[in-house]
């Protein structure tokens, strides 16, 4: 099964960063695109973020072999319903999805009869749309695959492949440990984020202007990642709804139980805690998934 | 009042960044410096973060028209008493903790007849020790005096004086209200980050290695603050208990109110909230307090 032809369905940073790697690190691979707003598909244009901006989800998928769809995870069904009756009957179809049981389904209904193989790069940064994407943003990154029960393996060995030339590095899981595992590793810490961004915001006896200026505490970490597309998260957690809610419970058990040691004056506790929690990140530098400078190797 | 004569108390980041701050930005001030731990103190002589490496306090102290202690806060008065009996009667005490009215008690009881200055630059990384520091940290960051009523104003300027010639910005405000800002702007995003990295680490149904694995999802970010200097934080959470549990109690009830918005399926509040953060992310670059470039400027 050879790839030849890519549809990469939203050209936003996901979508925008595959076309631009195909083009540096897989320039024989034919690309096309497609994005439902216009002022996306000019700007992609000028960008040349594909090979063909194409005014169509159906132009663009007419000769794929494979078809990434890089929209909110809430959209997925509709955009793959508006290619349905163009879709190359050999074509792999495939998405970028931050939750992917969900994927799953919603892809099974719109496609009944597709070679579907869900697929997750974790990798992105805090900045969305056209503009944002760059050749190399899944170098050393790891692409999840999930492959359901059943799929054909030459299929899921040719996106894995596809992947591997634009320097991800595959795992292949189930799709229900997936939302696992991104629950804690990613949904959590932006849900989070999110929340400690809007409790400062909201303040009344601390201004706007003085979260501002001494955010470099830490508090700026969180104002990163509290910048990511609003849509794209809004849906990852509407559709990944119970593993989010089971790793937020044990996070506000752990939580409660460091107020009650900083309530009692209980040192040991928070020592014992602040202790371990460097091994993880001795270990992310060590795996390469992290700048080892300090402060992310922010200029000073 | 001239500051010709500082003497650094504590040898690690904050401590080590001042000797080389005032090496490079005000060589005419003479810089002496301490340490309890003798292998700090050989490091520190080692990469001559100061002029002189003392071995007492009070050897530190004899002539020093400006005295820094830079231990943790807990430390901060036994660390004081040390060197009580050798102080200059007309030397400024100031320290650089991260609480302020507990530090501005504990020195006032152990140097009752010093004029103290407290003061915290907003600066730092996740790195601690001797190693650690460097000159330029507190370029563009703001310094917050906390001088306590009736303070001797003589003294609080020559003092912002001395962290202007490093690079800081001045705030002045009061130990109350200096502690509070400071919960939301720091101790709260520690404590969080403490927290999920604890919650991660201590999962049966997803491994560790799942977890570095896939950090880049946004896990990453907490790591680096979760590696921060456990003595130095337990004390933080220790003295500033009040206002971190006040700002803990609104942190927890916006998330109480997220997870209900999850759980019903309100995209519409969860949207409102992921658009509105985006504001405080831009405020923060504009002042100057965090790099502009996506994903803090990591290389890719």
Same mark, same amino acid.
């Given at each position: 099964?050879? &790839?030849?032809? %890519?549809?990469?369905?939203?050209?936003?940073?996901?979508?925008?960063?595959?076309?631009?790697?195909?083009?540096?690190?897989?320039?024989?691979?034919?690309?096309?695109?497609?994005?439902?707003? #216009?002022?996306?598909?000019?700007?992609?244009?000028?960008?040349?973020?594909?090979?063909?901006?194409?005014?169509?989800?159906?132009? *663009?998928?007419?000769?794929?072999?494979?078809?990434?769809?890089?929209?909110?995870?809430?959209?997925?069904? *509709?955009?793959?319903?508006?290619?349905?009756?163009?879709? #190359?009957?050999? =074509? $792999?179809?495939?998405? %970028?999805?931050?939750?992917?049981?969900?994927?799953?389904?919603?892809? =099974?209904?719109?496609?009944?009869?597709?070679?579907?193989?869900?697929?997750?790069?974790?990798?992105?940064?805090?900045?969305?749309?056209?503009? *944002?994407?760059?050749?190399t943003l899944f170098a050393n990154r790891w692409c999840?695959?999930? #492959?359901?029960?059943?799929?054909?393996?030459?299929?899921?060995?040719?996106?894995?492949?596809?992947?591997?030339?634009?320097?991800?590095?595959?795992?292949?899981? @189930?799709?229900?440990?997936? @939302?696992?595992?991104?629950?804690?590793?990613?949904?959590i810490p932006h849900l989070i984020a999110y929340t400690?961004?809007?409790?400062?915001? +909201?303040?009344?006896? %601390?201004?706007? /202007?003085?979260? $501002?200026?001494?955010? *470099?505490?830490?508090?700026?970490?969180?104002? !990163? &990642? =509290?910048?990511?597309?609003?849509?794209?998260? !809004?849906?990852?957690?509407?559709?990944?709804?119970? =593993?989010?809610?089971?790793?937020?419970?044990?996070?506000?058990?752990?939580?409660?139980?460091?107020?009650?040691? $900083?309530?009692?004056?209980?040192?040991?506790?928070?020592?014992?805690?602040? /202790?371990?929690?460097?091994? &993880?990140?001795?270990?992310?530098?060590?795996?390469?998934? +992290?700048?080892?400078?300090?402060?992310?190797?922010?200029?000073?």
């Open positions: 099964m050879s &790839i030849e032809n %890519v549809a990469i369905i939203g050209l936003g940073l996901l979508g925008g960063s595959i076309g631009l790697a195909v083009k540096e690190h897989a320039p024989q691979i034919a690309t096309r695109g497609y994005d439902a707003n #216009p002022d996306v598909r000019r700007i992609a244009g000028e960008r040349a973020l594909v090979g063909t901006v194409c005014n169509s989800a159906s132009e *663009a998928v007419q000769d794929a072999d494979l078809v990434i769809l890089c929209v909110p995870v809430g959209a997925m069904k *509709a955009a793959a319903s508006d290619f349905a009756d163009s879709l #190359p009957d050999h =074509a $792999i179809i495939s998405d %970028v999805g931050s939750s992917k049981q969900s994927v799953c389904e919603d892809l =099974a209904e719109a496609l009944p009869n597709a070679t579907i193989i869900p697929a997750h790069p974790v990798a992105g940064t805090e900045q969305s749309g056209p503009e *944002a994407g760059f050749a999840i695959l999930t #492959p359901p029960a059943g799929a054909d393996e030459a299929a899921v060995e040719a996106l894995a492949d596809f992947w591997r030339k634009l320097g991800s590095r595959i795992e292949i899981m @189930d799709a229900e440990h997936h @939302d696992l595992v991104l629950a804690v590793t990613s949904h400690i961004v809007g409790t400062a915001s +909201d303040l009344e006896d %601390v201004t706007r /202007s003085e979260v $501002i200026k001494y955010s *470099a505490g830490g508090f700026r970490d969180f104002t !990163r &990642i =509290a910048a990511s597309d609003p849509t794209m998260w !809004r849906d990852v957690f509407l559709h990944n709804k119970s =593993a989010v809610l089971e790793m937020l419970g044990r996070f506000t058990e752990d939580l409660t139980a460091l107020q009650r040691a $900083i309530r009692s004056g209980d040192g040991e506790t928070l020592h014992e805690l602040f /202790s371990r929690t460097r091994a &993880i990140r001795r270990g992310i530098i060590e795996e390469g998934q +992290d700048d080892e400078r300090p402060d992310f190797g922010r200029e000073h």
